[in-house]
Protein backbone atom coordinates (compact mmCIF):
# COMPACT_ATOMS: atom_id res chain seq x y z
CA UNK A 1 0.00 0.00 0.00
CA UNK A 2 1.50 3.30 -0.79
CA UNK A 3 1.24 6.86 0.63
CA UNK A 4 0.18 8.24 -1.80
CA UNK A 5 -2.85 6.12 -2.85
CA UNK A 6 -6.66 6.14 -2.54
CA UNK A 7 -6.37 2.46 -0.44
CA UNK A 8 -4.31 3.98 1.86
CA UNK A 9 -6.71 7.37 2.27
CA UNK A 10 -9.12 5.25 3.23
CA UNK A 11 -7.17 2.80 5.55
CA UNK A 12 -5.36 5.25 7.60
CA UNK A 13 -8.92 6.84 9.43
CA UNK A 14 -10.51 3.69 9.53
CA UNK A 15 -7.40 2.43 11.76
CA UNK A 16 -7.25 5.77 13.24
CA UNK A 17 -10.87 6.25 14.46
CA UNK A 18 -10.73 2.39 15.84
CA UNK A 19 -7.51 2.66 17.68
CA UNK A 20 -8.63 6.03 19.09
CA UNK A 21 -12.50 6.05 19.73
CA UNK A 22 -13.37 2.15 19.81
CA UNK A 23 -9.91 -0.18 21.19
CA UNK A 24 -8.64 2.78 23.70
CA UNK A 25 -9.43 1.39 27.03
CA UNK A 26 -6.48 -1.07 26.62
CA UNK A 27 -3.21 -0.78 25.33
CA UNK A 28 -2.49 -4.23 24.76
CA UNK A 29 -5.63 -4.18 22.28
CA UNK A 30 -4.12 -0.87 20.88
CA UNK A 31 -1.04 -2.23 19.73
CA UNK A 32 -2.89 -5.22 18.37
CA UNK A 33 -4.51 -3.17 15.92
CA UNK A 34 -1.20 -1.68 15.06
CA UNK A 35 0.16 -4.73 14.24
CA UNK A 36 -2.89 -6.16 12.56
CA UNK A 37 -3.19 -3.09 10.55
CA UNK A 38 0.71 -3.23 9.71
CA UNK A 39 0.82 -6.78 8.75
CA UNK A 40 -2.37 -5.89 6.43
CA UNK A 41 -0.43 -2.74 5.39
CA UNK A 42 2.65 -4.19 4.30
CA UNK A 43 0.76 -7.75 2.76
CA UNK A 44 -0.72 -5.76 0.32
CA UNK A 45 2.66 -6.01 -1.76
CA UNK A 46 2.87 -9.40 -0.83
CA UNK A 47 1.42 -11.90 1.66
CA UNK A 48 4.65 -14.14 1.19
CA UNK A 49 7.17 -11.38 2.86
CA UNK A 50 5.23 -11.62 6.10
CA UNK A 51 6.59 -14.56 7.23
CA UNK A 52 10.02 -12.84 6.45
CA UNK A 53 9.11 -9.85 9.23
CA UNK A 54 7.40 -12.34 11.34
CA UNK A 55 10.86 -14.46 11.31
CA UNK A 56 13.19 -11.16 12.03
CA UNK A 57 11.28 -10.22 15.03
CA UNK A 58 11.29 -13.68 16.74
CA UNK A 59 14.92 -14.53 15.80
CA UNK A 60 15.73 -10.82 17.53
CA UNK A 61 13.21 -11.35 20.49
CA UNK A 62 14.61 -14.49 21.55
CA UNK A 63 18.16 -13.18 20.59
CA UNK A 64 17.98 -10.11 22.86
CA UNK A 65 16.45 -12.19 25.82
CA UNK A 66 19.36 -14.59 25.46
CA UNK A 67 21.88 -11.84 25.09
CA UNK A 68 20.76 -10.57 28.58
CA UNK A 69 21.00 -13.93 29.93
CA UNK A 70 24.20 -14.45 29.15
CA UNK A 71 25.49 -11.20 30.07
CA UNK A 72 28.06 -13.23 32.39
CA UNK A 73 29.22 -14.92 30.03
CA UNK A 74 31.21 -12.95 27.02
CA UNK A 75 31.80 -15.67 24.80
CA UNK A 76 28.14 -17.28 25.16
CA UNK A 77 26.59 -13.59 24.80
CA UNK A 78 28.34 -12.42 21.62
CA UNK A 79 27.52 -15.74 19.89
CA UNK A 80 24.14 -14.75 20.46
CA UNK A 81 24.69 -11.81 19.33
CA UNK A 82 26.00 -13.41 15.87
CA UNK A 83 22.74 -15.21 15.42
CA UNK A 84 20.97 -11.87 15.13
CA UNK A 85 23.44 -10.79 12.71
CA UNK A 86 24.13 -13.30 10.41
CA UNK A 87 20.47 -14.56 10.23
CA UNK A 88 19.36 -10.64 9.22
CA UNK A 89 22.62 -9.87 7.05
CA UNK A 90 21.57 -13.54 5.52
CA UNK A 91 18.19 -12.68 4.45
CA UNK A 92 19.31 -8.98 3.50
CA UNK A 93 22.10 -10.98 1.46
CA UNK A 94 20.32 -13.51 -0.33
CA UNK A 95 17.40 -11.71 -1.30
CA UNK A 96 19.33 -8.75 -2.52
CA UNK A 97 22.56 -8.96 -3.32
CA UNK A 98 22.81 -13.62 -4.75
CA UNK A 99 21.89 -12.09 -7.95
CA UNK A 100 24.54 -9.33 -7.34
CA UNK A 101 27.42 -11.53 -6.15
CA UNK A 102 26.35 -14.51 -9.05
CA UNK A 103 26.44 -12.35 -11.77
CA UNK A 104 30.08 -10.64 -10.34
CA UNK A 105 31.22 -14.13 -9.72
CA UNK A 106 30.62 -14.46 -13.51
CA UNK A 107 31.80 -12.26 -14.97
CA UNK A 108 34.94 -11.93 -12.94
CA UNK A 109 35.95 -15.75 -14.59
CA UNK A 110 34.55 -14.34 -18.28
CA UNK A 111 37.68 -12.16 -17.90
CA UNK A 112 40.11 -14.48 -17.58
CA UNK A 113 38.44 -16.37 -20.42
CA UNK A 114 35.92 -19.24 -18.77
CA UNK A 115 32.74 -19.35 -19.83
CA UNK A 116 30.39 -19.72 -17.13
CA UNK A 117 26.45 -19.58 -17.62
CA UNK A 118 24.68 -17.63 -15.85
CA UNK A 119 22.53 -20.48 -14.44
CA UNK A 120 23.82 -19.28 -10.89
CA UNK A 121 21.62 -16.51 -10.77
CA UNK A 122 17.93 -16.87 -9.11
CA UNK A 123 14.78 -14.60 -10.20
CA UNK A 124 14.34 -13.52 -6.57
CA UNK A 125 11.95 -10.45 -5.93
CA UNK A 126 12.97 -8.10 -3.78
CA UNK A 127 10.87 -7.70 -0.54
CA UNK A 128 9.85 -4.14 -0.07
CA UNK A 129 11.61 -2.56 3.39
CA UNK A 130 13.99 -5.33 4.22
CA UNK A 131 16.70 -2.75 4.52
CA UNK A 132 15.35 -1.04 7.11
CA UNK A 133 12.97 -4.02 8.74
CA UNK A 134 16.44 -5.71 9.00
CA UNK A 135 18.87 -2.84 9.94
CA UNK A 136 15.58 -1.95 13.00
CA UNK A 137 15.88 -5.40 14.33
CA UNK A 138 19.02 -5.86 14.00
CA UNK A 139 20.12 -2.86 16.21
CA UNK A 140 17.78 -4.14 18.96
CA UNK A 141 20.19 -7.23 19.65
CA UNK A 142 23.13 -4.63 19.07
CA UNK A 143 21.61 -2.31 21.77
CA UNK A 144 21.01 -5.27 24.50
CA UNK A 145 24.72 -6.48 23.59
CA UNK A 146 26.13 -3.16 24.64
CA UNK A 147 24.25 -2.91 27.74
CA UNK A 148 22.01 0.29 26.66
CA UNK A 149 18.59 -1.67 26.70
CA UNK A 150 17.13 -4.32 28.27
CA UNK A 151 14.86 -6.84 26.05
CA UNK A 152 11.04 -6.58 25.95
CA UNK A 153 9.57 -9.59 27.45
CA UNK A 154 6.46 -8.51 25.46
CA UNK A 155 6.46 -9.83 22.05
CA UNK A 156 3.29 -7.63 21.16
CA UNK A 157 4.93 -4.51 21.40
CA UNK A 158 8.35 -6.17 20.17
CA UNK A 159 6.29 -6.94 17.41
CA UNK A 160 4.86 -3.72 16.76
CA UNK A 161 7.74 -2.04 16.73
CA UNK A 162 9.35 -4.11 13.89
CA UNK A 163 6.10 -4.01 11.79
CA UNK A 164 5.27 0.13 12.78
CA UNK A 165 3.24 0.46 9.60
CA UNK A 166 4.22 4.54 9.29
CA UNK A 167 7.78 3.67 9.10
CA UNK A 168 8.27 0.33 8.13
CA UNK A 169 8.72 0.21 4.66
CA UNK A 170 11.00 2.99 4.09
CA UNK A 171 11.83 4.13 7.64
CA UNK A 172 13.25 6.44 9.21
CA UNK A 173 14.86 3.57 11.00
CA UNK A 174 13.88 3.39 14.67
CA UNK A 175 16.13 2.20 17.16
CA UNK A 176 14.41 0.76 20.18
CA UNK A 177 15.90 2.98 22.98
CA UNK A 178 13.12 5.42 21.29
CA UNK A 179 10.53 3.86 19.42
CA UNK A 180 10.20 0.61 21.54
CA UNK A 181 9.36 2.43 24.58
CA UNK A 182 6.59 4.52 22.82
CA UNK A 183 4.86 1.59 22.11
CA UNK A 184 5.43 -0.14 25.12
CA UNK A 185 3.96 3.00 27.42
CA UNK A 186 0.15 3.91 27.06
CA UNK A 187 -0.66 7.02 24.44
CA UNK A 188 -2.33 9.87 24.83
CA UNK A 189 -4.83 11.55 22.58
CA UNK A 190 -3.37 14.66 21.86
CA UNK A 191 -5.59 17.47 19.48
CA UNK A 192 -2.27 19.59 19.20
CA UNK A 193 -0.07 16.27 17.79
CA UNK A 194 -2.63 15.18 15.65
CA UNK A 195 -2.78 18.64 13.87
CA UNK A 196 0.70 18.72 13.38
CA UNK A 197 0.83 15.44 12.26
CA UNK A 198 -1.84 16.26 9.47
CA UNK A 199 0.52 19.32 8.26
CA UNK A 200 3.07 16.82 7.93
CA UNK A 201 1.26 14.45 5.78
CA UNK A 202 -0.10 17.22 3.47
CA UNK A 203 3.65 18.88 3.63
CA UNK A 204 4.77 15.34 2.47
CA UNK A 205 2.24 14.59 -0.25
CA UNK A 206 3.17 18.08 -1.60
CA UNK A 207 6.94 16.82 -2.02
CA UNK A 208 6.27 13.43 -3.12
CA UNK A 209 3.45 14.22 -5.95
CA UNK A 210 3.91 17.94 -6.91
CA UNK A 211 7.86 17.70 -7.21
CA UNK A 212 9.14 14.51 -7.28
CA UNK A 213 6.65 12.79 -9.55
CA UNK A 214 6.23 16.41 -11.23
CA UNK A 215 9.63 16.11 -12.13
CA UNK A 216 10.06 12.21 -12.77
CA UNK A 217 8.99 12.30 -16.59
CA UNK A 218 11.39 14.62 -17.45
CA UNK A 219 14.46 12.89 -15.10
CA UNK A 220 13.35 9.42 -17.10
CA UNK A 221 13.99 10.85 -20.28
CA UNK A 222 17.11 12.55 -20.11
CA UNK A 223 18.57 9.54 -18.31
CA UNK A 224 17.44 7.14 -20.88
CA UNK A 225 18.00 9.16 -23.98
CA UNK A 226 20.82 10.76 -22.29
CA UNK A 227 23.12 9.95 -25.86
CA UNK A 228 20.80 12.11 -27.85
CA UNK A 229 20.80 15.53 -25.89
CA UNK A 230 23.44 18.03 -24.93
CA UNK A 231 25.10 18.80 -22.02
CA UNK A 232 22.78 21.96 -20.80
CA UNK A 233 20.16 18.78 -20.72
CA UNK A 234 22.28 16.15 -18.95
CA UNK A 235 22.82 18.88 -16.39
CA UNK A 236 19.72 19.75 -15.96
CA UNK A 237 18.40 16.26 -15.87
CA UNK A 238 20.43 15.69 -12.99
CA UNK A 239 19.95 18.67 -11.24
CA UNK A 240 15.94 17.79 -11.53
CA UNK A 241 17.10 14.48 -10.08
CA UNK A 242 18.49 15.51 -7.44
CA UNK A 243 15.10 17.46 -6.68
CA UNK A 244 13.16 14.30 -7.53
CA UNK A 245 15.03 12.19 -5.05
CA UNK A 246 14.70 14.97 -2.19
CA UNK A 247 10.98 15.44 -2.71
CA UNK A 248 9.92 11.64 -3.15
CA UNK A 249 12.07 10.54 0.22
CA UNK A 250 12.04 13.51 2.68
CA UNK A 251 8.27 13.25 1.37
CA UNK A 252 7.96 9.83 2.26
CA UNK A 253 9.61 10.81 6.22
CA UNK A 254 7.42 13.84 6.42
CA UNK A 255 3.84 11.18 5.96
CA UNK A 256 5.46 8.76 7.98
CA UNK A 257 6.68 10.95 10.64
CA UNK A 258 2.99 12.56 10.57
CA UNK A 259 1.49 9.26 10.56
CA UNK A 260 2.99 7.88 13.50
CA UNK A 261 1.76 11.37 15.46
CA UNK A 262 -1.67 10.74 14.75
CA UNK A 263 -1.40 7.48 17.10
CA UNK A 264 0.48 9.54 19.98
CA UNK A 265 4.17 8.40 18.16
CA UNK A 266 7.24 10.24 17.67
CA UNK A 267 9.71 9.49 15.14
CA UNK A 268 13.07 11.07 14.66
CA UNK A 269 13.47 13.59 11.67
CA UNK A 270 14.99 11.89 9.02
CA UNK A 271 16.35 14.88 6.60
CA UNK A 272 16.65 18.68 7.77
CA UNK A 273 16.62 20.24 4.53
CA UNK A 274 20.17 19.10 2.92
CA UNK A 275 20.04 21.41 0.37
CA UNK A 276 21.19 24.25 2.45
CA UNK A 277 24.52 22.64 3.33
CA UNK A 278 27.82 24.22 2.95
CA UNK A 279 30.04 20.76 2.81
CA UNK A 280 29.61 17.06 1.70
CA UNK A 281 29.91 16.90 6.05
CA UNK A 282 26.91 19.27 6.85
CA UNK A 283 24.77 17.38 4.41
CA UNK A 284 25.42 14.03 5.64
CA UNK A 285 24.24 15.39 8.57
CA UNK A 286 21.30 16.65 7.25
CA UNK A 287 20.31 13.72 4.57
CA UNK A 288 18.59 10.68 5.48
CA UNK A 289 19.48 10.84 9.50
CA UNK A 290 18.28 7.67 10.59
CA UNK A 291 20.66 5.55 8.05
CA UNK A 292 23.89 7.83 9.06
CA UNK A 293 23.11 7.43 12.25
CA UNK A 294 22.97 3.49 12.62
CA UNK A 295 25.92 3.57 10.85
CA UNK A 296 27.58 5.87 13.28
CA UNK A 297 26.53 3.90 16.15
CA UNK A 298 26.83 0.49 14.95
CA UNK A 299 29.69 0.28 12.11
CA UNK A 300 31.95 3.89 12.86
CA UNK A 301 32.24 3.97 16.55
CA UNK A 302 32.87 0.41 16.97
CA UNK A 303 35.75 0.69 14.41
CA UNK A 304 37.46 3.06 16.44
CA UNK A 305 35.06 6.23 14.91
CA UNK A 306 37.12 9.40 15.19
CA UNK A 307 39.07 8.56 18.25
CA UNK A 308 41.74 6.76 16.42
CA UNK A 309 44.46 8.05 14.28
CA UNK A 310 44.07 10.04 11.27
CA UNK A 311 44.40 7.12 9.31
CA UNK A 312 42.29 4.75 10.66
CA UNK A 313 39.82 7.51 10.96
CA UNK A 314 39.91 8.00 6.82
CA UNK A 315 39.65 3.86 6.92
CA UNK A 316 36.87 4.13 8.98
CA UNK A 317 35.31 6.63 6.70
CA UNK A 318 35.74 4.90 3.36
CA UNK A 319 34.23 1.70 5.31
CA UNK A 320 31.04 3.73 6.12
CA UNK A 321 30.53 5.25 2.91
CA UNK A 322 31.04 2.38 0.61
CA UNK A 323 28.61 0.19 3.17
CA UNK A 324 25.99 2.48 2.91
CA UNK A 325 26.77 2.73 -1.10
CA UNK A 326 26.34 -1.02 -0.79
CA UNK A 327 23.15 -0.99 1.34
CA UNK A 328 21.26 1.24 -1.92
CA UNK A 329 21.67 -1.45 -4.18
CA UNK A 330 23.27 -4.48 -5.38
CA UNK A 331 24.88 -2.63 -8.13
CA UNK A 332 28.06 -1.25 -8.98
CA UNK A 333 26.75 2.46 -9.83
CA UNK A 334 25.76 2.64 -5.55
CA UNK A 335 28.90 1.22 -4.41
CA UNK A 336 31.30 4.12 -6.77
CA UNK A 337 28.51 6.65 -5.69
CA UNK A 338 29.58 5.86 -2.03
CA UNK A 339 32.91 5.93 -2.89
CA UNK A 340 32.59 9.03 -4.50
CA UNK A 341 31.08 10.62 -1.19
CA UNK A 342 33.99 8.97 0.85
CA UNK A 343 36.57 11.14 -1.29
CA UNK A 344 34.24 14.37 -1.03
CA UNK A 345 33.90 13.58 2.66
CA UNK A 346 37.23 12.96 3.77
CA UNK A 347 38.98 16.48 2.97
CA UNK A 348 36.09 17.83 5.10
CA UNK A 349 37.26 15.86 7.56
CA UNK A 350 41.04 16.20 7.50
CA UNK A 351 40.52 19.99 7.52
CA UNK A 352 39.17 19.63 11.02
CA UNK A 353 35.44 21.27 9.25
CA UNK A 354 33.38 18.13 9.51
CA UNK A 355 31.02 19.62 12.18
CA UNK A 356 31.21 23.09 12.27
CA UNK A 357 27.90 23.33 11.47
CA UNK A 358 26.59 20.66 13.30
CA UNK A 359 24.39 23.00 15.30
CA UNK A 360 23.70 25.80 12.64
CA UNK A 361 21.73 26.50 9.82
CA UNK A 362 22.85 28.88 6.95
CA UNK A 363 21.76 31.90 7.51
CA UNK A 364 21.57 32.05 11.11
CA UNK A 365 20.97 35.68 12.01
CA UNK A 366 19.52 37.25 8.56
CA UNK A 367 17.35 36.34 6.14
CA UNK A 368 19.60 36.11 2.97
CA UNK A 369 22.79 34.04 3.55
CA UNK A 370 26.27 36.03 2.59
CA UNK A 371 28.02 35.63 -0.83
CA UNK A 372 30.56 33.23 0.81
CA UNK A 373 27.28 30.68 2.28
CA UNK A 374 25.84 31.09 -1.26
CA UNK A 375 29.61 29.89 -2.98
CA UNK A 376 29.58 27.08 -0.53
CA UNK A 377 25.89 25.54 -0.84
CA UNK A 378 26.48 25.78 -4.22
CA UNK A 379 29.79 24.08 -4.58
CA UNK A 380 27.78 21.44 -2.37
CA UNK A 381 24.74 21.00 -4.04
CA UNK A 382 26.81 20.57 -6.95
CA UNK A 383 28.87 17.85 -5.47
CA UNK A 384 26.24 15.91 -4.27
CA UNK A 385 24.08 16.08 -7.92
CA UNK A 386 26.96 15.64 -9.78
CA UNK A 387 27.41 12.11 -7.44
CA UNK A 388 23.94 10.84 -8.09
CA UNK A 389 24.79 10.61 -11.73
CA UNK A 390 25.89 7.28 -10.42
CA UNK A 391 22.97 6.67 -8.48
CA UNK A 392 20.44 7.23 -10.98
CA UNK A 393 22.46 5.87 -13.37
CA UNK A 394 21.72 1.50 -14.63
CA UNK A 395 25.01 0.19 -14.67
CA UNK A 396 28.45 2.08 -14.66
CA UNK A 397 28.93 2.08 -18.48
CA UNK A 398 25.77 4.67 -18.48
CA UNK A 399 27.30 6.36 -15.51
CA UNK A 400 30.39 7.02 -17.14
CA UNK A 401 28.72 7.81 -20.74
CA UNK A 402 26.50 10.23 -19.35
CA UNK A 403 29.66 12.00 -17.71
CA UNK A 404 31.01 11.88 -21.25
CA UNK A 405 28.59 13.00 -23.01
CA UNK A 406 28.44 15.80 -20.67
CA UNK A 407 32.61 16.54 -21.37
CA UNK A 408 32.33 15.65 -25.17
CA UNK A 409 29.17 18.06 -26.25
CA UNK A 410 29.10 21.54 -23.97
CA UNK A 411 26.50 22.67 -26.66
CA UNK A 412 23.37 24.82 -25.43
CA UNK A 413 19.80 23.39 -26.68
CA UNK A 414 16.28 24.22 -25.16
CA UNK A 415 14.89 21.19 -23.34
CA UNK A 416 12.04 19.68 -25.05
CA UNK A 417 10.32 16.25 -23.45
CA UNK A 418 8.69 14.89 -26.16
CA UNK A 419 5.13 15.34 -24.08
CA UNK A 420 5.62 19.09 -24.41
CA UNK A 421 6.20 20.01 -20.51
CA UNK A 422 6.74 23.39 -20.26
CA UNK A 423 9.89 23.74 -19.06
CA UNK A 424 9.72 27.55 -17.44
CA UNK A 425 6.63 26.19 -15.31
CA UNK A 426 8.90 23.43 -13.73
CA UNK A 427 11.79 25.96 -13.09
CA UNK A 428 9.09 28.59 -11.03
CA UNK A 429 7.70 25.33 -9.24
CA UNK A 430 10.78 24.25 -7.74
CA UNK A 431 12.50 27.66 -7.19
CA UNK A 432 9.28 28.73 -5.12
CA UNK A 433 9.71 25.21 -3.66
CA UNK A 434 13.23 26.10 -2.50
CA UNK A 435 12.74 29.34 -1.17
CA UNK A 436 9.58 28.02 0.79
CA UNK A 437 11.86 25.43 2.14
CA UNK A 438 14.63 27.90 3.05
CA UNK A 439 11.99 29.89 4.61
CA UNK A 440 11.50 27.12 7.25
CA UNK A 441 15.63 25.97 7.40
CA UNK A 442 15.06 26.36 11.36
CA UNK A 443 12.56 24.02 12.02
CA UNK A 444 11.77 20.79 9.64
CA UNK A 445 8.67 20.37 11.38
CA UNK A 446 6.96 23.03 11.01
CA UNK A 447 5.39 23.45 6.87
CA UNK A 448 2.80 26.04 7.59
CA UNK A 449 4.14 28.00 10.89
CA UNK A 450 2.36 31.43 9.38
CA UNK A 451 1.27 34.07 12.55
CA UNK A 452 -1.64 35.30 10.15
CA UNK A 453 -4.30 32.75 9.93
CA UNK A 454 -5.52 34.00 6.11
CA UNK A 455 -1.52 33.64 5.49
CA UNK A 456 -1.82 29.75 7.00
CA UNK A 457 -5.51 29.29 5.09
CA UNK A 458 -3.95 30.15 1.84
CA UNK A 459 -0.95 28.32 1.92
CA UNK A 460 -3.30 25.14 2.79
CA UNK A 461 -5.33 25.88 0.15
CA UNK A 462 -2.28 26.36 -1.81
CA UNK A 463 -0.60 22.93 -1.34
CA UNK A 464 -4.19 21.06 -1.70
CA UNK A 465 -5.17 22.60 -5.26
CA UNK A 466 -1.90 21.73 -5.94
CA UNK A 467 -1.77 18.20 -4.84
CA UNK A 468 -4.87 17.54 -6.39
CA UNK A 469 -3.64 19.26 -9.77
CA UNK A 470 -1.16 16.62 -9.70
CA UNK A 471 -3.82 13.75 -8.79
CA UNK A 472 -3.48 11.83 -12.25
CA UNK A 473 0.19 11.38 -12.53
CA UNK A 474 0.78 11.14 -8.76
CA UNK A 475 -1.41 9.23 -7.01
CA UNK A 476 0.05 5.49 -8.40
CA UNK A 477 3.82 6.42 -8.51
CA UNK A 478 5.76 4.30 -6.20
CA UNK A 479 8.67 5.67 -3.77
CA UNK A 480 11.95 5.93 -5.52
CA UNK A 481 13.94 4.14 -1.89
CA UNK A 482 10.82 1.05 -2.05
CA UNK A 483 13.59 -0.09 -4.50
CA UNK A 484 15.96 -0.64 -1.36
Excluded at 316 to 335: D, E, K, M, P, Q
Aim: glycine residues 6%; aromatic residues 22%.
Amino acid sequence: MLFNSISFAIFLPVVFILYWFVLNKSLKIQNMLVLVASYFFYGLWDWRFLFLIFASTLVDYLVGIAIDNNNENLKRKKAWLWVSVIFNIGLLGFFKYYNFFADSFIDMFQLFGYNITSTWTLNIILPVGISFYTFQTMSYSLDIYYNRLKPSKDFLSFATFVAFFPQLVAGPIERATDLLGQISSKRVFSQNQIIEGLKLILWGLFKKMVIADALAPMVDDIFTNYSTYPASTLILGVTLFSFQVYGDFSGYSDIAIGTSKLFGIELMSNFKFPNFSRNVAEYWQRWHISLSTWFRHYIYIPLGGSRVSKLKSVRNICIIFLVSGFWHGANWTFIFWGAFHALAFVPVFLLGRNAIYKDSVVAENSFFPSFVEIGQLLLTFAIVTFSRIFFRSESLTDAFGYISRIGSDMSYAPYQHPLGYRMTDYFILVLLFVLYEFRMRRDERSPFKFKNKYVRFAAYTLVIFAILLFYDSGFDRSFIYFQF
